[in-house]
């Protein structure tokens, strides 16, 4: 098994809260689990640091990340300064072959939830941000996006949330139409008014957290 297929699996089972907040990760044990080498464990915690859910000690204590409200706040804070930075390229370069790209994003959303398709629009519109960070060609800058998006994800599955996501579907769609018309400033608002209703349908009381077997967590996946 590679680095890369034990980072997904650890990841999958931290944001689905299998592996709840705080829970502790001995090398040992995944290297058993998974039945590689203490070497590629080690690789792949060492990845899920980098994406920020995981800390490791400096003796090699391994756990599961639990934000705090504020990191919660200062997160969002990050993830709308880099999707404003994308806005101001994307009304510069004018190129309405990304609206239209962006416009048929929405549309599936929009259809996949028409359609009952719920899990599937609520992907499609996770989806959105990365497609949307994607269009101006910067890996660096997406990379970084995707690590605060993956520590996002970890948030919403540690604080029950309670959306409404038609309106979080008819943001995007504002978001696209004030960038068709090269409107940037309101652009730039709505997606900050955006993230603002993403915080508010958090509920941040800590919930139960929930023990876990490592090898029932990851056996049928392996």
């Known amino acids: 098994m590679k680095t890369s297929a034990i980072v997904q699996q650890i990841t999958h089972s ?3 809260r299998t592996l709840p907040p705080g829970a502790k990760l001995n090398e ?12 590629l464990i080690r690789q ?10 995981v800390l490791i ?17 200062q997160l969002f804070d990050a993830i709308g300064i ?28 929009r259809e996949a939830a028409a359609a009952g398709q719920r899990d599937l629009a609520n992907q499609l519109g996770r989806d959105f941000h990365k497609v949307f960070v994607g269009l101006i060609e910067n890996s660096v800058l997406s990379k970084a996006h995707s690590q605060l ?6 948030i919403t599955s540690l604080f029950r949330t309670e959306f409404d996501y038609d309106v979080l579907q008819d943001d995007h769609s504002a978001v696209v139409e004030f960038l068709e018309q090269g409107d940037v400033q309101e652009a730039k608002s709505v997606l900050l008014s955006h993230y603002k209703l993403v915080i508010l349908g958090y509920n941040f009381k800590e919930g139960q957290e929930n023990e876990f077997v490592l090898r029932e967590i990851f056996s049928p996946v392996i």
């Open 14 to 16: 931290i944001i689905k």
């Open 28 to 39: 040992r044990d995944l290297a058993d689990t998974f039945n590689v080498s203490r070497t």
């Open 44 to 53: 792949a915690l060492d990845r899920l640091q980098q994406d920020g859910l």
């Open 57 to 73: 000690s400096p003796k090699r204590a391994t756990t599961v990340v639990k934000p705090t409200i504020e990191e919660a706040h």
């Open 82 to 109: 880099i999707e404003s930075a994308v806005i101001d390229r994307l009304g510069l370069d004018g190129n309405m072959a990304c609206v239209q790209i962006l416009k048929k994003h929405v549309a599936r959303e």
């Open 149 to 154: 998006m993956r520590q996002q994800a970890l």
